[in-house]
């Protein structure tokens, strides 16, 4: 059984799974279970992300597969106002109950660079506080959204963070995120929040990473539960570095 969803006007390019799989295009990333291909069409680029595995075992049969997780927390994000890539194509099939092959398609973001390429050459926009101060909102602004909405990233790293020279900024991979409540998402959000600290703190001052959390808090000032928070943050990640 095969689901394919593509926009209209690039159905000629992206008509079904054989197509999508049949492409021919720069590899940008590979792993064991998937490949990202860059594409071109009509002046215009494309990332496909093509998954040939859900994981081993069971997970072939049962819960959801990565590809899906991805198109489905896109969208998420989409509909709750949060800056992400554009989804023009996504499905998957399946042969016997057992997932088969599946893809997404992404149109190009223009003129973005994940926060992780900032960081790694000392980028002098992380030294612009105002440039700073403003993806600092909107990662806070969305941050927030995510969590009150029981969504959790999972993998919430600079290098999943797209902006442009300007400082806009977009969310984009996530196959890994899902819904939590109780315990589970109160570990969840820590992480999320101590993901984005473990490059911060090399790269922002102690002002700057305190004035994020207060905004993902909507807080003037840290109570008594910011605080305990702000320790297991920091202390998230003591021993596995």
């Known amino acids: 059984m095969s689901r394919w969803r593509v926009e209209p006007a ?17 590899r940008i990333t590979s792993d064991p279970l998937s490949e990202v291909l860059r594409v ?4 215009l680029r494309y990332y496909v992300k093509r998954y040939w595995g859900a994981g081993k075992g069971l ?8 590809v899906k997780a991805e198109w489905q927390n896109l969208k998420h994000f989409a509909s709750w106002g949060i800056p992400t890539a554009p989804v023009v194509a996504y499905g998957m099939e399946r042969r016997g109950g057992a997932f088969l092959r599946g893809a997404l398609i992404t149109g190009e973001l223009v003129g973005t660079e994940d ?5 790694n050459r000392n980028d ?5 506080r105002h440039w700073v101060g403003r993806v600092s ?11 009150r909405h029981h969504f959790a990233h999972n993998d919430l790293k600079w290098r999943n963070l797209l902006v442009t020279q ?13 819904f939590w409540y109780g315990p589970l998402l109160r570990y969840r959000i820590i992480k999320d929040l ?8 090399y790269q922002l001052s102690r002002t700057q990473r305190l004035r994020f959390y207060l905004q993902y808090r909507d807080h003037k000032r840290l109570t008594a539960g910011d605080k305990r928070r702000i320790r297991q943050i920091v202390a998230f990640f003591e021993g596995r570095e």
């Open 10 to 26: 690039l159905a000629e390019v992206f008509g079904d799974l054989d197509a999508v799989f049949a492409l021919q295009g720069e």
């Open 40 to 43: 071109e069409h009509q002046g």
């Open 59 to 66: 997970r072939r049969y049962l819960g959801r597969p990565r």
């Open 115 to 119: 926060l992780a390429a900032l960081a």
């Open 124 to 128: 002098p926009r992380l030294r612009d």
């Open 137 to 147: 909102r909107q990662l806070a602004r969305a941050t927030r959204i995510m969590h």
């Open 166 to 178: 300007a400082g806009e900024l977009f969310f984009i991979d996530c196959p890994i995120g899902a």
């Open 194 to 201: 101590a993901c984005l600290d473990k490059v911060a703190r």
